[in-house]
């Protein structure tokens, strides 16, 4: 399905962070993440409420990269392992052309720039190496940040066909992307 398998498994590096598999010891962190308050206040899932929540997520986010239906990230600094945030593709369409983007990050990290970097990494794997043309993203109208860090990035908000009114729907091109490096 993915174009190349080592991509799957593959540590990126930006200049503060690295971007490495997710693993089973990350179930404290992933607990902390994803039932932390503020991070899931716009997200539609539902909370981790025990560590075996986080620990079965984990171990079905595994599968999921080894069925090649994602690809799964930890977002840590490049001076340690310890998990700060979280970056994906997934929802691939059959063909390759298309996937869809999601990132948290812990509230003590936002603000700071991490997620532009991840974000930029995951783009650039995405566009320039695995060759997808279309990449969206999904984020609640009051997200603010997570709005301005895809807008940032160029992608373009696009109307709901469904007339969802609490949902902003994004999408970037692999030519928006390209263009936008060359400026």
């Not at 650039?124 to 009051?142: M, R």
């Not at 908000?157 to 490096?181: E, H, Q, W």
């Amino acid at each position: 399905m993915f174009k190349t398998d080592d991509i799957l498994f593959a540590t990126l590096f930006t200049n503060r962070l690295q971007l490495r598999p997710l693993t089973i010891t990350d179930c404290e962190a992933i607990f902390g993440v994803r039932s932390n308050d503020f991070v899931n206040q716009y997200l539609d899932r539902p909370a981790c409420i025990t560590s075996e929540d986080a620990l079965l997520f984990i171990k079905n986010i595994q599968q999921d990269i080894i069925k090649q239906k994602c690809m799964y990230w930890a977002i840590c600094f490049n001076r340690n392992n310890n998990l700060i945030g979280t970056i994906c593709l997934f929802d691939f369409s059959a063909d390759q052309q298309t996937a869809e983007i999601g990132f948290e990050l812990l509230p003590p990290f936002q603000g700071k720039g991490y997620m532009q970097e991840a974000l930029a990494a995951i783009l650039t794997l995405g566009f320039e190496v695995l060759k997808i043309q279309t990449i969206s993203a999904v984020a609640h109208i009051d997200n603010y940040p997570s709005i301005h860090l895809l807008e940032k990035n160029n992608f373009r908000r696009f109307p709901d066909a469904d007339g969802n009114t609490d949902t902003a729907y994004f999408s970037c091109t692999r030519i928006a992307f390209t263009k936008s490096l060359t400026r």
